[in-house]
Each structure stands twice: as C-alpha cells, then as structure tokens.
C-alpha cells in the first residue's frame, strides 16, 4: 500500500515537492506546474492503491520513454517512507547504477521549498542523494565535435550497449499465426475433419516478416572528418544486430566497408575499415560518389524496401546536377532515403548550401547527427519504419 501522509495536512504538498526534486536530480525534468498538477489529480485519486498513483505520477511528470525506467525506481524508493516518520534521506544513487557514474551529492532544499504551513525544511527535509551528476547525461547532449578522446571512448561503449533495432518488413507470403486478419480456410477445413466435420477450430495466416535491408552512405571528407568517426562506430553497433546492413564511405571516391564491419571485435573492425580508405578528409564529389553506388552496387544491395541512410553535410565541390540526378535514381531505387546532416544541430541553421537544396526534394526524412540524442532518434526511426509509413 502506498504510504502517504492525509492530504488534508498539508505534508503531500511537501512530499511532492520533494520528489519532483529528487526526479530533476535524476534528469527527468519536473516542473512546479506538472508537481502542483499531480497535487490535483491526488483529491480524486485512493491513495491506497499504490499502482494507480504510480501511474498517474508517471503521466503527468515523465515526457521521455527512456526516463520511465528511472522513475520508477525513483518512485519505488521515495514512496516506501510510512506514514508516521516519512523518510526524507533517501539513497537514489542504486537508482542509476547501471548507467551512471558513481559521485556522492549531498543536495539541500532551498528556502522556497517549505511545506504548506510556511516552515522550513530542517536537516531532516535533505535528500542525501547518490550518483545524481550523470557524465553520460552529459554527454548525449555534447556535440561529437567537441568531445575528448576519453569522451569518444564513453560513447562508444553506450552505443555499443544501446538497443538498437531495425524494423522488419512485411512480406507478400504468409504463415500461419495463433491470431491474425485471415482466415486460414485449408487449414481450419483439415482440423474440422477430426471432429466430424464440425468447425471447432479455425485457424489464422499473417504477413511474414523478413529483415529489412539498409544501405548507409557517410561521408568522410574533411569538412565531416569530426562526425564521421563517431559515425561509423554508431554503423558497427547497428552491424552487431543486422545482417542485412551495407556500409559505404565516400569523399573523392566511394569504398565499401560493409565486410571490414563484420570482425568481432570493435577496434579491429574499425581499424580494417579506416586502412581500406584511402580518401579520408580530403575533398567531396557526392554526386559522383552517388552515380558510383547506383551503377556498381545499387541492383545488388537496394530493393525489399531498403532503407538508405546518407551521413553528408552536402558540402559537393562536383557537379550539382550529377548530385540532383543521382539522389533521385537512389530514392526511387529504395523504400526510404534518411539524409543526416550534423550541421542541422547548430542554433539557426538554413539549408542554404547549393548541394542541399537540391537534393532536399528526394528526402523523406532530413534528420541532424550531431551528438548521441539525434542518433538515438535516428533509432526510433529505424526501429518504427514499418509503422511510419
């Protein structure tokens, strides 16, 4: 049962003030207006049942599928105080154990947080919490241009430990299903035969699904030198989980490193991929890059609904009708084309550039790649392509 004080005194006003601080502390952003809300829908909750106040809190002051782990956790913990003697030190660093960096903080309340009778909070009304300064937090947030090598080296782990998936594409063929939108009439005819032809069972055939291919084009001249590094140890955690990924870089020339990717081990996969290229930050002919992909590779790799994801700041120092040319053969030759431009991460920033303006028409989807958030919404992306469309 969940363990609150009466809300007639005036102490859950005080308890939540508290735990919004504790979940801020966290990263989840809670305001005052989103606490004093759920202060509200409180009078027309029973706060004996604990799972229905859970859910409630969870609705109003999360805004990110990925902070709803932590808050309940955070929820679990802050709530377990009894009635009598709330507990107002609490240890959330257990909290992110997994994924943050272990540092002692001891938090104060300020003078503003007092209970609804005007007292102030006293040495009790501390939160001792754990582990609340989150490095990784950080740096999801830091653009790749500026991380150290150390910064680089944390990055990659999360990638590496991230979830990726790619969504599966749904086939013409059929299988057959415990539940699904046909009818399976050969089969259910079969099964009636045991039982004196009596339909006593029907039985059901969906879709089959298969991977779904995707193709990954980076650039890597010297105007994205800074991206495309991060870049391709983001294209071998997603190898890790696909075996239907292809991987290209261009910059003067396009090379394939989609074999290279396949090494079991991180450093050596990306150390074969790096010393296959032999234009790395030189200078960009995408165009050129592109009709290469589409005569040579773009019948073998492309179809079944493939997705085509292209890492370029379109910086092309070739001909800009090749480019406009070549981009509309690659999207009429796959199911998607996902343009990722790191430049779209900078405050202000206008499509301006002769080469991305012409290729703009043929983008389903123009996406920034700038730090580690933008990739993890890339990867909702591919993880819902069967659903987006």
Not at 104 to 114: G, N, Q
Not at 369 to 387: D, F, K, Y
């Amino acid at each position: 049962m969940l363990q609150l004080k009466s809300r007639h005194d005036g102490q859950i006003l005080h308890n939540m003030v508290l735990f919004g601080r504790a979940l801020r502390r966290l990263g989840v952003d809670s305001t005052l207006p989103q606490i004093l809300t759920l202060v509200d829908a409180v009078e027309h909750l029973d706060l004996g049942q604990r799972q229905l106040f859970k859910d409630a809190a969870r609705t109003i002051l999360v805004q990110r599928v990925e902070q709803i782990p932590i808050f309940d956790r955070a929820f679990d913990l802050f709530w377990s105080a009894n009635a009598i003697k709330p507990r107002t030190k609490i240890d959330l660093g257990r909290i992110l154990r997994k994924t943050l960096q272990r540092n002692k903080t001891l938090i104060a309340l300020p003078a503003d947080d007092a209970d609804a009778n005007g007292a102030t909070p006293t040495e009790d009304d501390v939160l001792e919490l754990r582990a609340t300064y989150s490095a990784s937090e950080v740096l999801r947030h830091k653009d790749f241009a500026e991380l150290s090598s150390e910064e680089t080296r944390i990055i990659r782990r999360m990638m590496l430990e991230h979830p990726w998936h790619i969504d599966q594409r749904r086939t013409r063929r059929k299988e057959a299903a415990v539940k699904g939108p046909t009818l399976d009439v050969r089969r259910s005819m079969r099964h009636s035969l045991r039982h004196g032809g009596e339909m006593m069972k029907l039985s059901w055939r969906r879709r089959r699904t298969k991977p779904r291919p995707l193709v990954i084009l980076c650039d890597i001249s010297g105007s994205m030198e800074a991206y495309s590094r991060i870049f391709l140890q983001f294209i071998y955690a997603l190898s890790t989980t696909s075996d239907r990924l292809e991987a290209f870089v261009f910059g003067t020339r396009l090379t394939r490193i989609s074999r290279q990717l396949k090494h079991r081990n991180v450093d050596v996969a990306l150390r074969q991929a790096a010393a296959r290229v032999v234009d790395w930050g030189g200078g960009t002919r995408i165009g050129e890059s592109f009709k290469r992909f589409n005569y040579d590779w773009g019948r073998r790799v492309l179809g079944r609904g493939a997705v085509v994801v292209v890492l370029s700041d379109a910086w092309d120092r070739g001909d800009v009708d090749m480019l406009e040319h070549e981009t509309a053969r690659l999207r009429r030759s796959c199911g998607r084309l996902i343009w990722l431009n790191p430049l779209l991460g900078s405050p202000g920033y206008e499509p301006l550039t002769r080469g991305i303006r012409r290729v703009l028409p043929y983008i389903d989807d123009f996406l920034p790649v700038h730090n580690l958030t933008s990739l993890e919404q890339l990867g909702r992306i591919l993880a819902t392509l069967g659903r987006n469309r």
